[in-house]
């Protein structure tokens, strides 16, 4: 045997696996994943809620019809002419807008109630779409499912998965003074025990155990099991007789039926361990001594099985992190705080997420918890917390973080990311394109999505860039051209034409900082129109997809958006103009292996023949680095 360090050994056989090894898959009802692997992303075939729901008990009233309620003129409402009663989760119909709690309401007169304050559009009612959108990505591929995400999955309308076939391992125990363990031992004798210990391994590595029975010390005899076990599963484990003895024939039977990488590792306990390709299949020799198979398994078994299965190791861990938003919370209360982690520079930063009862898809996003207890009013930004991670430090530390703005490419690229580049994520947080150069500001992310149009030099992106970042050597890595316009419902049956348009309808903006809310200020104060003067200007979404559920539900007649989002939710769109949709960061990043993959990705054809197939792209520059 020649010995090599054991991480050249597993990369050299890594990269030999992953040129032989082929995935299959199979549909699997969702109430039945739990702990499957996603082959592919999965996406959302209807929101959550399905419609606007009231959020409270109490009654349904028209916002508008309320403005004169106050504790000196208290305003009294008649049943069926100025409310309807409404339960938690009832919808919440036009022309109702909003919702008044029931411990809110006075006693008046039958069918009548009595209020002292007036309330603001859509209080206390979830929009449709709130938690879910139709058309998002609910899971990435290569996505380990939890019970948290079966419920979203359900709610998204998703009865059934493409998940990646468990594969199957061989095991075939050998030695002639091997015994099965319901057998009395005799002098000479040894319980095989190793293959049992496999087996559960196996199962715990995401695979199907297939174990044989023992097979001598005969050459023949091992060589036919080893080939008819190669040709019934997908990785063979063969333990015993990996070492350099007159009856370890292991070697000799591999060499003989495929090809032997690698015969011992530097390892101890562990060294004799035999990595090799037989008809395309990993077939692996352990030593078997106990201890050294366990190693063996550890290092060089389990990375495969997780090749086959898309498992990645994960581990409970607790960690310190950096907050990035300040955190309140009730002395009332122990919180659960949902975050997202990422490691930018040497330190690990924390966003929360949303914190409301009825967010489930903040679960499905959050690396972990952030943990408020009781008696504490909460975290200021920039103060370090403990968190309790879902996910592996190692992952969450090559995982790119991006903070800013939303658009649909941001998902096909984290779909993308870990498929073409293994242990590499993408994460991203839509706060908006202003936020998000703020946070890289900050140092709390890698890139920041932006299409920010400066109104004195009608450049997307760089002025800004170099008003907020006048002190540090920064590049724009150039995203996507994409059409910005109004999205409107099918048919478009308010004749709706251009910006002059939208004074006359009820509008759902973007919030502020937003590229597409300082499109549409660009756009309002050339066509000599006030904010005001837009019904709804202040009503806020969060994402383009958000903006189009509303649209498409009943509860915006309009909304600025993209056309792939309109596009996705089967509305109509209105061109207004096309803007610059890319990603800022420092310099320094581009020498990070993950921002390198990140450019790969968006570079690749692969990424790009996906974009192009939602539609509204333009991606010519698409990965391209301009220096600002």
């Known amino acids: 045997m020649n010995t090599i360090p054991a991480e050249e050994a597993a990369a050299i056989y890594r990269n030999a696996v992953l040129k032989v090894m082929h995935r299959e898959t199979q549909m699997v009802k969702t109430e ?3 702990g499957r ?62 919702v008044i709690m029931a411990e809110d309401l006075l006693d008046a007169e039958e069918d009548s109630v009595k209020i002292t304050a007036s309330v603001p559009a859509w209080q206390h009612i979830r929009p449709v779409g709130e938690d879910i959108v139709a058309g998002e990505m609910l899971l990435a591929g290569n996505h380990k499912i939890r019970p948290i995400d079966i419920g979203v999955l359900l ?6 998965i493409e998940a990646i076939k468990k594969p199957k391992a061989g095991i075939i125990p050998t030695g002639t003074e091997i ?47 080893v080939q008819g076990a190669v040709k019934e599963n997908d990785i063979v484990i063969v333990n015993a007789g990996s070492s350099a003895g007159t009856e370890d024939y292991t070697v000799h039977i591999l060499k003989e039926l495929g090809e032997v990488l690698v015969h011992g590792v530097a390892i101890k306990p562990g060294k004799p361990v035999i990595l090799s390709i037989v008809e395309g299949k990993p077939v692996i020799g352990l030593p078997g001594y106990p201890v050294s198979a366990y190693i063996d398994f550890e290092n060089f078994v389990r990375p495969v099985m997780d090749l086959y299965s898309g498992e990645t190791n994960s581990s409970r861990n607790v960690m310190k992190a950096v907050l990035s938003k300040r955190l309140v919370s009730s002395l009332k209360h ?24 009825g967010a489930a898809m903040s679960l499905v996003r959050a690396d972990g918890f952030c943990i408020i207890e009781k008696n504490s009013e909460g975290y200021e930004a920039g103060e370090t917390v403990s968190v309790e991670l879902f996910r592996d430090i190692e992952e969450i530390s090559n995982t790119v973080v991006a903070i800013g703005s939303h658009d649909l490419i941001l998902d096909i690229l984290a779909d993308r990311m870990p498929l073409t580049h293994p242990g590499i994520y993408l994460s991203s947080t839509h706060v908006g394109s202003m936020a998000g150069l703020m946070a890289l500001k900050r140092g709390e992310a890698h890139i920041a999505p932006t299409h920010l149009l400066d109104e004195d030099t009608g450049v997307y992106n760089i002025p800004y860039l170099k008003r907020l970042f006048s002190d540090r ?7 996507v051209r994409r059409i910005q316009g109004i999205i ?92 610059e949709y890319d990603f800022a960061t420092e310099k320094k990043n581009l ?26 792209y333009e991606l010519s520059m698409a990965g391209e680095i301009i220096e600002v």
């Open 473 to 479: 050597d920064m590049v724009l890595i150039k995203g």
């Open 179 to 225: 015994i099965e363990a319901d057998q009395v031992p005799r002098e000479g004798d040894i319980i095989e025990s190793n293959s049992r210990m496999f087996a559960a391994m196996t199962e715990s590595s995401g695979g199907i155990p297939r174990r044989y029975p023992p097979i001598p010390d005969d050459y023949e005899k091992i060589k036919h099991a």
């Open 591 to 616: 020498e990070l292996p993950k921002i390198q993959a990140f450019i790969e990705v968006l570079k690749s054809s692969g990424f790009k023949e996906k974009a192009m197939t939602i539609g509204g």
């Open 32 to 34: 039945e994943s739990l």
């Open 334 to 357: 122990k919180e659960y705080v949902r975050v997202k982690v990422g490691k930018v520079d040497d330190r690990f930063v924390a966003s929360p997420l949303a914190r409301g009862a």
């Open 37 to 98: 692997i996603t082959a592919s992303a999965v996406y959302a075939r209807y929101c959550s809620p399905l419609y606007n729901a009231a959020a409270m008990d109490g009654i349904a009233v028209i916002s508008a019809h309320t403005a004169t309620a106050s504790e000196v003129t208290p305003l009294v409402l008649k049943q069926g002419v100025d409310y309807q009663v409404v339960d938690t989760g009832d919808p919440v119909r036009m022309p109702y807008d909003a």
């Open 155 to 160: 709610s998204g309308g998703i009865v059934e």
């Open 488 to 579: 409107v419902k099918k048919g478009n049956p308010l004749g709706i034409k251009e910006i002059r348009d939208l004074t006359g309808v009820n509008y759902v903006n973007r919030q502020r900082g937003a590229g597409t809310r300082v499109f549409l200020d660009y756009k309002l104060k050339e066509a000599g129109i006030a904010p005001s003067e837009v019904n709804g200007y202040d009503r806020e979404a969060a994402t383009h997809m958000a903006v189009a559920a509303l649209v498409k539900n009943g509860g915006a007649d309009a909304g600025m958006g993209i056309y792939s989002a309109a596009k996705a939710m089967d509305l109509d769109f209105i061109p207004v103009g096309e803007e």
